[in-house]
């Protein structure tokens, strides 16, 4: 008999890699009906990394070339090559601190998502949990958003809201925000292996779950 392929997903990351872990944890479970085909990081020594080869999962470092905040044009093709090699249906990018502008993006167009803690147009950019508290916001989140050539700016797929509280430090605050990321994402990532994510334009729906009777 044979195999159902299994979706394949490929993780960018730059930081200590706890939604790639969340995610990794939630194939393996079953509850994503995926597999973590590679995770790629922009720094040599990232967490995220550790995260895989803890997990069996292939991983490897790209050197990002000579710029801060991108990929330099061959840097984007290696990381390309790498996802295609591994034949990826969905980029999910997960704190890789680079913009994507490039061949990638018009590679994977509509099959690259992200994570952003906010609530997204509120505080995009960095440290978005840091922005919410110095601005005196009662209620911040999570988005989950497809990426485009912007920052923080394409069609968003989920959101939910996480409290800001009395006496909330930057940390105490960012801790509980990615307390809420990692059910998030796993459940969007979920939903898009299952084909349930439409989207038109800005407007995304979310179809039934034909393995649900609702
Ligand atoms: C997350 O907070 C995510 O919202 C942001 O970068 C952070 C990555 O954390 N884009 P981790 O590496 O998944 O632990």
Redesign the pocket.
Known sequence: MREERLFRLGIL????????AAIADACAAGAIPARVALVLSDVENA??LAQARERGVPSRFIPPGQFRTKLDEAAETAFLEALRQAEVDLVV???FMRILKGELLRAFAQKVV????ALLPAFPGLEAWKQALDYGAKMTG?TVHFVDQGIDTGPIIAQETVPVLPGDTPDSL?AR??EM?RKVYPAVIGALARGRIRTQGRQTTWQPDPGKDT
């Not at 990351?13 to 790639?20: H, V």
């Not at 992200?114 to 803690?117: A, F």
Request: glycine share 22%; aromatic share 0%; charged share 10%.
């Open positions: 990351g730059s930081g200590k890699g706890s939604n790639a967490g995220i990018l997960a704190g992200n994570i952003h803690p999570v960012h925000i990615q990321e």
